[in-house]
């Protein structure tokens, strides 16, 4: 192989992964706005269920379970979610979390 086409297939190569990275970024931040919002519900009526069933229901323990689980599994999938979208971001974006 001459160093022309060599150089030629690197550089269609790298063209593709970076075109496949975007790909993978705009579907991320379609996901992410529903997403987003439906996990942070989950998150905050976890935490409901969880200080209701703390405070008033102590001997239902699945309550408690299923409450600490809704909150903690929500704030895994978001910091999930923010990691995959930080690591196919194209390197000039910058990302700010809304409100």
């Known amino acids: 192989m001459s160093r022309l086409l060599k150089s030629v297939v690197v550089r ?4 593709v ?3 496949v990275r975007f790909s993978f970024y705009v579907v991320l931040v379609l996901i992410g706005r529903v997403l987003v ?3 942070s519900l989950a998150v905050v009526g976890g935490l409901v269920l969880f200080g209701g069933a703390l405070l008033f ?3 239902q323990v699945w309550l408690l379970v299923l409450g600490a689980g809704m909150a903690a599994g929500g704030v895994v999938l ?3 979610y923010e990691a ?7 390197d000039d974006v910058v990302i700010v979390r809304e409100l």
């Open 37 to 39: 919002p439906i996990v």
């Open 78 to 80: 978001q910091v999930f």
């Open 57 to 59: 229901f102590r001997d």
């Open 17 to 19: 992964i970076r075109a």
């Open 12 to 15: 269609v190569g790298v063209s």
């Open 84 to 90: 995959a979208l930080r690591l196919v971001a194209p």
